[in-house]
C-alpha cells in the first residue's frame, strides 16, 4: 500500500468512526429529552386530574353546580401555575393546554402546534403524538396528547345558557362552547430542547476524535517516515 493512499484509509476510518458516534449521540440526546418531556407530561396530567376528579366535584358538592372558583376549578389554571413554578427552575421546558377555541385565549394554538393538533385531527385513533419541531430556530423534542370533548363537560363547554354564571362572568359566552361529545378540542402538550437534552457535558464524540486521532495519526507519521512498511 502507498503511502498516500495509507493516509486516506486511515482518514475515512476516522472520519466514519467520528460519523457514528455523531449519530449515537444524536440518539442519545433524544432519548434523554424525550423521557424528561414525559416526566413533565406526566406531571401535568396528574395535576389536572386531581382537579378535575377531586377538588372540582368536592367543591360542587359542597356549594352546587352554580359555582366555579377558576383558581380552583379549572383543570388549566392549576397546571399552568403549576407549570410555571417549575420553570422557574428549567426556563427551557415548554408546557400548554393548547386549544382551538380557548376559553383563556393565551391556550389559543399557535402555527407550530397546529401542525400537531392536525396530526390528531387527520388520525384520530393516535393516543400521543412524538417528535421533532423546528421552534424559533431551536430544535425541540415535543409530545402530546390529544384532549377529546366528553358528555361529562357539557355543562360548561355545551350550552351557554346551561352553564355556571361564574364561568359567563370571567370568561363571556364567546368561546369554548357548543362542543359535542368525541370534538377534538386541542392537545396537552410539552417541548424540551434537543440542544441542552444533555446539560453542559461535553458532547461525547469530541474524546472519541481525540482518541482516534493519538491512534491513527502516529501511524500516519510513521508511514510518512518509513519506519513502518504496510502488508501488501
Known sequence: M???????????????MLLVQQKIDNRSRRRIAEDRAYV???AMEA???????????????????????????????GARNVFNRIREQYPDYHFKHSCFDPRNRRNLAD?????????????????????????????????????FHKTRCAGCHGNPSDAPQDILETYGSEYAFGRKD???????????????????????????????????????????????????
Not at 2 to 16: K, N
Not at 125 to 147: F, M, N, T
Not at 195 to 201: K, P, R, Y
Request: with cysteine; proline share 7%; glycine share 6%.
Open 40 to 42: 413533565l407530561l406526566t
Open 47 to 77: 395535576d389536572r386530574h386531581v382537579t378535575s376528579k377531586i377538588i372540582k366535584p368536592a367543591l360542587w358538592e359542597e356549594f352546587g353546580k352554580e359555582t366555579f372558583v377558576v383558581e380552583a376549578m379549572s383543570s388549566s389554571f
Open 2 to 16: 502507498r503511502t498516500p493512499l495509507a493516509w486516506l484509509v486511515c482518514l475515512a476510518a476516522m472520519a466514519g
Open 182 to 232: 368525541g370534538d377534538l378540542i386541542g392537545a396537552l402538550l410539552v417541548s424540551v430542547p434537543l440542544q441542552t437534552a444533555t446539560g453542559h457535558a461535553p458532547s461525547p464524540w469530541i474524546p472519541q476524535a481525540l482518541g482516534a486521532s493519538l491512534i491513527v495519526f502516529p501511524f500516519l507519521f510513521a508511514l510518512r517516515a518509513g519506519r513502518y512498511t504496510p502488508t501488501p
Open 111 to 147: 402555527a407550530a402546534e397546529l401542525e400537531v393538533l392536525n396530526v390528531f385531527l387527520q388520525h384520530t385513533e393516535l393516543e400521543e403524538w412524538s417528535g421533532v419541531q423546528v421552534i424559533q430556530d431551536e430544535e425541540r423534542w415535543v409530545v402530546a396528547k390529544p384532549i
